[in-house]
């Protein structure tokens, strides 16, 4: 049979992830040391299991409102205004989803039209443009670059911008890149933002991990922009709860309530068992000052500088990253590009890093390196890719 | 305690063998900065050795350990101490604290065999005069101590290369 009559041309057209591939080869490899996770070595902290547990115990196993858990949603709005000064009415503005990947797809769709375009700065996470394209509209890579520190520009964001233009993905602190916006550049970002009166999908799944001077900034918090943008988050970085699946958006109430009608027909709700963590992770950070994210957070920041610094000390480019939990150093004076960089990095070293172009063509040059992994299994690794790029001197 | 103090104590205590440089990386603060703020924490006795933590049953060797809830008469003017530094100086001895509850010191005691042990507690521990009651527990099996778990697969369960 030809399947390809049959399928949906739109979802059909989206190549396969760039990072399947790698994927495969870095899996068959049994003993390789691995820079290419993206999640936290954490295990949940065992109080927010605990809560599941109990309520498993005590049989709450049934659905929850589609928008979440009211006590869920109340703990987030504390959250968020109490962390980072934006404000959102629990019942109206909040809806929690599964995992904040969820809650992009939801916003492209509720917002999206056919043949809108929606700006995406390059390189970034992988399933922005392709959720774009499933909701019809046209992704618009906007390349960042390392002399920029990864930083979204103004003027590039400008340049982007057509009639056609419907909104921005902002999706910092970034995945690869590991950059982070401060509070001047999304000033910037929003003049651009209201002068052609777009909207704004803030992706802030790794605003709790952001190290140095200046904690985040939420792009809803800049004068003018709380209005215009969808805030989205989740429990998976900040709170080692990847597995758990929960995450949510918060914006106006005509945004979320459609949001919220896709979802209660596609999903119904997120897991309760996964909100009834959540909320515990939430009511507990909320009695100790988020101690656990703290410490996480500490860690991090350790490892971080241990690993850039290894990179520097080979003679490779490596910007500072002051979030998420990734260095992207260049690799260009090898000479080789990323995937050739990764796939012979994985066969002559093994260690698997992810090529820079898994997120984009402005990826290229760069490999992506997670640094949520045992101390001593980065020293190993950074001994082996030095050894491997001093060959190519 | 100086933040400094603290990131290094907390450092240390996964991983002793990390050397100054990568300790000076790891909290950003200079090589002599760092190499100041150990020697004076050993100085003031916060780090007092430096030491690997070891899952004896893993191990050939032969070993029990028991814990040993003592009850003593405290001595005029010595309280407790006394009596607690009679005790630790015996080399089968690996603890000793000060208790609140039903008892007054507990004594963590390891030995080669059992009968080494019963020894321990019949030839040496019971007969000091201010010790009025001993309670000897063995202990079994270890799940955790110091904070690491002995006996769970530490596999990392996270998917190799993910997005």
């Known amino acids: 049979m030809n399947y390809d009559l049959y399928l949906n041309r739109r979802a059909a057209s989206v190549p396969p992830s760039g990072i399947r591939r790698f994927f495969d080869l870095a899996a068959s490899r049994k003993d390789a040391i691995s820079l290419g996770v993206g999640e936290p070595d954490f295990k949940t902290p065992y109080l927010f299991r605990d809560a599941a547990i109990n309520s498993l115990v005590d049989g709450e196993t049934q659905y929850t409102a589609n928008r979440g858990l009211i006590e869920l949603r109340q703990e987030i709005a504390f959250y968020l205004s109490n962390r980072y000064q934006i404000s959102y009415t629990p019942e109206e503005e909040i809806l929690v989803t599964i995992g904040a990947s969820e809650a992009i797809d939801l916003a492209l769709r509720a917002l999206v039209s056919d043949g809108d375009e929606v700006l995406v700065p390059d390189p970034s996470y992988v399933s922005y443009a392709p959720c774009v394209v499933f909701a019809g509209g046209v992704a618009v890579p906007v390349r960042t670059t390392q002399e920029n520190q990864f930083r979204l520009k103004a003027e590039d964001l400008e340049k982007a911008v057509t009639p056609r233009t419907k909104l921005l993905i902002l999706p910092y602190p970034n995945n690869p890149t590991g950059a982070v916006m401060r509070k001047e550049d999304l000033e910037e970002i929003a003049e651009v933002i209201s002068r052609h009166d777009l909207l704004v999908i803030s992706d802030e799944i790794y605003s709790e991990l952001v190290y140095g001077e200046n904690g985040h900034t939420a792009f809803a918090s800049i004068p003018g922009m709380y209005e215009r943008t969808v805030t989205i988050n989740g429990f998976s970085k900040a709170f080692a709860m990847t597995g758990w699946r929960v995450g949510y958006a918060c914006g106006a109430k005509e945004i979320i309530s459609v949001m919220n009608k896709i979802h209660q027909y596609s999903i119904m709700c997120a897991p309760r068992m996964g909100q009834i963590a959540a909320a515990a992770a939430l009511r507990i950070g909320r009695e100790n000052n988020y101690e656990s994210v703290q410490i996480m957070r500490e860690s991090y920041d350790r490892r971080r500088r241990l690993m850039v610094d290894a990179f520097r000390g080979m003679g490779l480019e490596c910007f500072e990253p002051y979030g998420a939990f990734y260095a992207f150093p260049s690799i260009r004076k090898t000479g080789l590009s990323s995937e050739e960089f990764c796939s012979r990095l994985l066969q002559e070293k093994n260690v698997a890093a992810v090529p820079g172009t898994a997120f984009g063509p402005s990826g290229e040059g760069h490999i992506r390196c997670c640094y949520a992994i045992a101390v001593d299994k980065i020293n190993i690794a950074m001994e082996r890719i030095a050894d491997f790029v001093s060959s190519f001197a | ?163």
């Not at chain 2, 050397?19 to 190499?35: D, N, Q």
């Not at chain 2, 004896?56 to 309280?79: C, K, L, S």
Request: hydrophobic content about 40%; charged content about 30%.
């Open chain 2, 1 to 163: 305690m100086t933040k400094l103090e603290t990131s290094l104590l907390e450092i240390l205590r996964e991983d002793c063998r990390i050397p100054l440089e990568k300790l000076s990386v790891m909290t950003g603060a200079s090589l002599e900065e760092v190499a100041q703020a150990v020697e004076d924490l050993e100085k003031r006795k916060i780090i007092l050795r430096y030491s690997p933590m070891i899952n004896w049953d893993n191990t050939d060797r032969e070993r029990v350990e028991a814990m040993i809830e003592v009850r003593v008469t405290p001595q005029r003017d010595m309280g407790f101490d006394a009596i607690a530094r009679r005790i630790y100086r015996f080399d089968e001895v690996k603890s000793v604290y000060l208790m609140s509850g039903s008892y007054d010191l507990l004594v963590l005691v390891e030995a080669r065999t059992l009968k080494e042990l019963a020894s321990f507690v019949s030839a040496k521990l019971s007969p000091l005069e201010t010790v009025t009651g001993t309670a000897t527990s063995f202990v079994l099996k270890r799940y955790k101590e110091e904070g690491v778990i002995f006996d769970s697969d530490d596999a990392d369960h996270r998917l190799v290369i993910s997005p």
